[in-house]
């Protein structure tokens, strides 16, 4: 089993800069991937970001350019930085572990960007 643990949600002005971090913890060897979701009210669960062990990114459209994911696999922590913040990036965002073949997720950390 693997546990995750967010943190760096809260609230920012529009044009903002946030950091989300995540602590991998319990049985993480053989962790593949890392990444970050979100949900805003009313909307189903979107990817946002992804990066493997050997240090592959991938980002979402909607984030290219603004968010940078990092990862540190010695201590098993996935960064997200959140620059140039809209009020759509609005959202609870969950940190996400691929492991063999099982998934697991963060209880999330909302992030709320006002206009």
């Known amino acids: 089993q693997v546990q995750l643990v967010e943190s760096g949600g809260g609230l920012v002005q529009a044009g903002g800069s946030l950091r989300l971090s995540c602590a991998a913890s319990?049985?993480?060897?053989?962790?593949?991937?890392m990444g970050w979701y979100r949900q805003a009210p009313g909307k189903q669960r979107e990817y946002v970001a992804s990066i493997t062990s050997g240090g592959s990114k991938d980002y979402a459209d909607l984030v290219k350019g603004r968010f940078t994911i990092s990862r540190d696999n010695a201590e098993n922590t996935v960064s997200l930085q959140m620059n140039s913040l809209k009020p759509e990036d609005t959202a609870v965002y969950y940190c996400?572990?691929?492991?063999?073949?099982?998934?697991?997720w963060g209880q999330g950390t909302q992030v709320t960007v006002s206009s």
């Open positions: 319990g049985s993480t060897f053989g962790i593949r991937a």
């Open positions: 996400n572990a691929k492991q063999f073949s099982s998934t697991y």
